[in-house]
C-alpha cells in the first residue's frame, strides 16, 4: 500500500471516530458513552496521531482536549437529535469506533518509516545518478545570461564586517522568536550585506538558525530572497542549503516563506535555479503535509514540478 494511500486512509478512518460521538449523541447525552468515546479519542491521539506519546503539549492537556471535544460532539449530536427520530445502537458505534481505531493503528505510517524511507530514496537516487553519469552526453555550452553580471564584491575590511555582523547580530535579537516579519527582517539583514559580504552574512545566518528559533530561520529565506545576494552566493547551493536546515526543522512558517519567495527568485535571477533542490526532494517534504496543511503541500509540489520542467535545477 503507497505511502499516499495510508494518509488518505487515515483520514477517512480519523474522520469515522470522529463522526460516532455525534451520532452516538442523537439518542442524548450519556455520561457512560461519553468515557467510551474519550477513550476511543485518547487512543487515536496517542497511537495514531501521536505514537510514543509525543505531543505537541502536555499529554494530562492532551488528553483533556480529547475528552472536551467528545462532549461537545455528543453535544451537537443531542441537539440534533430534537428534530431527528432515527438513532443507532450504542454497540454499533462503539463497534465501529473500535474497529476505525484499531485499523488506523495498523495502516499509520510511523515517523522513522517515513524517515527511512526518504533516507532509501536519496541513496537510490544516488546510485542511480552514478550509474548513469558515464553515458550521459556532455551538457551544452551555457548561454550567456539575460542580464549583466553584478560587479564582485569589493575587498571587505575585517574589522567593518565584525562590526557589521555584530550589529545585525542585535538587530535580529531585538525581533519576536516566532514572528518577527518578513520587513522587519529585510530591514535586518541589508545593511550588513555591503560592509560584510553575503557570503558572511549567510554563514553568520545558518549558525543561528542551529538554535532552531523561528525568526533565525525566516531570516535565511530572507537573505535567499534577496536578488544581489542570490547573484553574489550563485553556484554555492543557498537555496538548496536553507530549504535542508528548515525542513530538517519541520518548520511550516519557514518552508511556506521558502515556497512563496523561491518562486519569485526563479523570474528574477538568471540560471539560479541550479541552486535549487531536486524536485524529487522538494516533493518528499511536500508529502508530509499532504494531510497537515494542504496548501503549503500544494506550493512545494508546484515549484517542485516548475523546477522540473526545465528550469535548469538538478534532477
Same mark, same amino acid.
Do not use: N
Given at each position: 500500500?503507497?505511502?499516499? $494511500?495510508?494518509?488518505?486512509?487515515?483520514?477517512?478512518l480519523?474522520?469515522?471516530?470522529?463522526?460516532?460521538?455525534?451520532?452516538?449523541? $442523537?439518542?442524548?447525552?450519556?455520561?457512560?458513552?461519553?468515557?467510551?468515546?474519550?477513550?476511543?479519542?485518547?487512543?487515536?491521539?496517542?497511537?495514531?496521531?501521536?505514537?510514543?506519546?509525543?505531543?505537541?503539549?502536555?499529554?494530562?492537556?492532551a488528553?483533556?482536549?480529547?475528552?472536551?471535544?467528545?462532549?461537545l460532539?455528543?453535544?451537537?449530536?443531542?441537539? &440534533? /437529535?430534537?428534530?431527528?427520530? !432515527?438513532?443507532?445502537?450504542?454497540?454499533?458505534?462503539?463497534?465501529?469506533?473500535? /474497529?476505525?481505531?484499531?485499523?488506523?493503528? $495498523?495502516?499509520?505510517?510511523?515517523?522513522?518509516?517515513?524517515?527511512?524511507?526518504?533516507?532509501?530514496?536519496?541513496?537510490?537516487?544516488?546510485?542511480? /545518478?552514478?550509474?548513469?553519469?558515464?553515458?550521459?552526453?556532455?551538457?551544452?555550452?551555457?548561454?550567456?545570461?539575460p542580464?549583466?553580471?553584478?560587479?564582485?564584491? !569589493?575587498?571587505?575590511?575585517?574589522?567593518?564586517?565584525?562590526?557589521?555582523?555584530? !550589529?545585525?547580530?542585535?538587530?535580529?535579537?531585538? @525581533? #519576536?522568536?516566532?514572528a518577527?516579519?518578513?520587513?522587519? $527582517?529585510?530591514?535586518?539583514?541589508?545593511?550588513? @550585506?555591503?560592509?560584510?559580504?553575503?557570503? &558572511?552574512?549567510?554563514?553568520?545566518?545558518?549558525?543561528?538558525?542551529?538554535?532552531?528559533?523561528?525568526? #533565525?530561520?525566516?531570516?535565511?529565506?530572507?537573505?535567499?530572497?534577496?536578488?544581489?545576494?542570490s547573484?553574489?552566493?550563485?553556484?554555492?547551493?543557498? !537555496?538548496?542549503?536553507?530549504?535542508?536546515?528548515?525542513?530538517?526543522?519541520?518548520?511550516? &512558517?519557514?518552508?511556506?516563506?521558502?515556497?512563496?519567495? &523561491?518562486?519569485?527568485?526563479?523570474?528574477?535571477?538568471?540560471?539560479?535555479?541550479?541552486?535549487?533542490?531536486?524536485?524529487?526532494?522538494?516533493?518528499?517534504?511536500? #508529502?508530509?503535509?499532504?494531510?497537515? #496543511?494542504?496548501?503549503?503541500?500544494?506550493?512545494?509540489?508546484?515549484?517542485?514540478?516548475?523546477?522540473?520542467?526545465?528550469?535548469?535545477?538538478?534532477?
Open positions: 500500500m503507497s505511502l499516499q $494511500l495510508r494518509l488518505r486512509l487515515t483520514t477517512i480519523g474522520s469515522i471516530v470522529l463522526v460516532t460521538p455525534f451520532a452516538a449523541g $442523537l439518542a442524548g447525552f450519556d455520561p457512560v458513552l461519553w468515557i467510551v468515546f474519550w477513550a476511543v479519542f485518547a487512543l487515536w491521539f496517542l497511537g495514531v496521531q501521536a505514537p510514543g506519546g509525543e505531543t505537541p503539549m502536555p499529554l494530562a492537556a488528553l483533556t482536549a480529547q475528552g472536551a471535544v467528545v462532549a460532539l455528543m453535544g451537537l449530536g443531542h441537539a &440534533a /437529535g430534537l428534530w431527528a427520530d !432515527a438513532v443507532l445502537p450504542a454497540w454499533l458505534l462503539i463497534a465501529v469506533a473500535v /474497529g476505525a481505531l484499531l485499523l488506523g493503528r $495498523l495502516i499509520r505510517v510511523p515517523p522513522e518509516e517515513l524517515a527511512e524511507l526518504v533516507r532509501v530514496s536519496q541513496e537510490a537516487a544516488g546510485s542511480l /545518478g552514478d550509474a548513469t553519469e558515464p553515458d550521459t552526453p556532455p551538457d551544452p555550452e551555457p548561454k550567456p545570461d542580464e549583466p553580471e553584478p560587479e564582485p564584491e !569589493a575587498g571587505i575590511d575585517p574589522a567593518q564586517q565584525r562590526e557589521a555582523l555584530a !550589529a545585525l547580530a542585535e538587530r535580529l535579537d531585538a @525581533l #519576536d522568536r516566532s518577527p516579519g518578513y520587513h522587519a $527582517l529585510v530591514e535586518a539583514i541589508t545593511p550588513a @550585506l555591503e560592509p560584510a559580504g553575503a557570503e &558572511a552574512v549567510a554563514e553568520a545566518l545558518f549558525r543561528r538558525a542551529d538554535a532552531a528559533p523561528v525568526r #533565525d530561520r525566516l531570516a535565511l529565506v530572507a537573505l535567499m530572497a534577496d536578488p544581489h545576494a547573484h553574489v552566493l550563485r553556484g554555492e547551493k543557498l !537555496a538548496a542549503r536553507i530549504f535542508d536546515v528548515i525542513a530538517a526543522e519541520d518548520c511550516e &512558517a519557514a518552508l511556506a516563506l521558502w515556497a512563496m519567495k &523561491a518562486d519569485g527568485l526563479l523570474d528574477l535571477v538568471p540560471g539560479v535555479a541550479a541552486d535549487f533542490p531536486a524536485p524529487d526532494r522538494i516533493d518528499r517534504v511536500a #508529502d508530509r503535509y499532504v494531510i497537515e #496543511d494542504a496548501d503549503l503541500c500544494e506550493a512545494l509540489e508546484a515549484l517542485a514540478a516548475r523546477l522540473r520542467s526545465g528550469d535548469g535545477a538538478e534532477t
